[in-house]
């Protein structure tokens, strides 16, 4: 069988050339070629939000987020660094304190995309005092719990229930530390809007804030997505891609 030659720019991450098409983002260049680059408020289709920031990478000499930073052929991109590893512990740091995660009491503990990546990423200790903040837990829908202190504002039910189930039922509201998640009802409870168990906005949530009822234990703990696997290799990754290993061997 003939193959057609692959003729797209490329540019270098860690070394390694990654192809990409013109329009796409650093991430999606690298997930497309199988390489995983830490993140949780990006998701393939979604259009970039660039607000967790996890998903650090030094280009250029410069530090930007990769899922909002678009690809281009001059970029020399830097991801597994220890200095950027260090960056992105202390956003997953940061992100712990500031809510209340109690990850062995968790109903969503091993399909936690939070948990997984801060095990990726070598976060297993605390830095900064917890905040331990007072949130509501809205159990006003028959079909999902809304809690709110596991929200980590990645906005990802915002956008499927603004963009893709066309309701928005979901905003934030505050800035800064005083930032939080809303719904959009007179009562301001899920339970007094048109949300559904069928909405994307409801399968998206990398965390335990959109709980489904009836299906926290259904699959044991130790069985899960991220105790079978890492999250470099279960995560939101398009099929591999031939990525080049060593850019210094490529030709021009």
Same mark, same amino acid.
């Given at each position: 069988?003939?193959?057609?030659?692959?003729?797209? $720019?490329?540019?270098?991450?860690?070394?390694?050339?990654?192809?990409?098409?013109?329009?796409?983002?650093?991430?999606?260049?690298?997930?497309?070629?199988?390489?995983?680059?830490?993140?949780?408020?990006? +998701?393939?289709?979604?259009?970039?939000?660039?607000?967790?920031? =996890?998903?650090? /990478?030094?280009?250029?000499?410069?530090?930007?987020?990769?899922?909002?930073?678009? !690809?281009?052929?001059?970029?020399?991109?830097? *991801?597994?660094?220890?200095?950027?590893?260090?960056?992105? #512990?202390? #956003?997953?740091?940061?992100?712990?304190?500031?809510?209340?995660?109690?990850?062995?009491?968790?109903?969503?503990?091993?399909?936690?995309?939070?948990? !997984?990546?801060?095990?990726?990423?070598?976060?297993?200790?605390?830095?900064? %005092?917890?905040?331990?903040?007072?949130?509501? /837990?809205?159990?006003?829908? %028959?079909?999902?719990?809304?809690?709110?202190?596991? &929200?980590?504002? &990645?906005?990802? &039910? =915002?956008?499927?229930?603004?963009?893709?189930?066309?309701?928005?039922?979901?905003? /934030?509201?505050?800035?800064?530390?005083? *930032?939080?998640?809303? =719904?959009?009802? %007179?009562?301001?409870?899920?339970?007094?809007?048109?949300?559904?168990? @069928?909405?994307?906005?409801?399968?998206? &949530?990398? =965390?335990?804030?959109?709980? $489904?009822?009836?299906?926290?234990?259904?699959?044991?703990?130790? +069985?899960?997505?991220?105790?079978?696997?890492?999250?470099?290799? #279960?995560? @939101?990754?398009?099929?591999?891609?031939?990525?080049? %290993?060593?850019?210094?061997?490529?030709?021009?």
């Amino acid at each position: 069988m003939t193959h057609l030659a692959d003729d797209r $720019p490329r540019f270098v991450l860690d070394g390694r050339r990654i192809p990409f098409t013109p329009g796409q983002t650093i991430m999606d260049a690298a997930l497309a070629a199988g390489v995983y680059i830490p993140h949780l408020c990006h +998701k393939p289709g979604f259009a970039p939000h660039g607000s967790c920031r =996890v998903c650090v /990478v030094r280009a250029n000499g410069r530090e930007l987020s990769a899922c909002t930073a678009p !690809a281009t052929a001059d970029l020399e991109v830097e *991801s597994e660094t220890d200095d950027i590893r260090a960056l992105r #512990v202390a #956003v997953l740091q940061m992100l712990f304190a500031e809510g209340n995660h109690v990850c062995p009491a968790c109903e969503a503990s091993g399909d936690c995309a939070l948990q !997984a990546v801060a095990y990726h990423c070598g976060m297993l200790t605390p830095r900064f %005092p917890q905040r331990f903040p007072r949130r509501a /837990v809205d159990a006003s829908h %028959p079909d999902v719990i809304l809690d709110h202190n596991r &929200c980590i504002l &990645c906005e990802l &039910c =915002v956008r499927a229930s603004r963009d893709h189930d066309r309701k928005a039922v979901f905003a /934030v509201s505050g800035r800064g530390i005083a *930032s939080r998640l809303i =719904v959009d009802a %007179p009562s301001g409870t899920l339970g007094d809007t048109d949300f559904s168990i @069928d909405d994307l906005a409801a399968h998206v &949530c990398p =965390v335990g804030a959109i709980l $489904p009822r009836g299906q926290a234990f259904r699959v044991p703990i130790g +069985k899960r997505r991220y105790d079978r696997a890492p999250i470099s290799a #279960v995560g @939101d990754v398009a099929a591999p891609q031939a990525v080049e %290993p060593e850019a210094q061997e490529v030709e021009p």
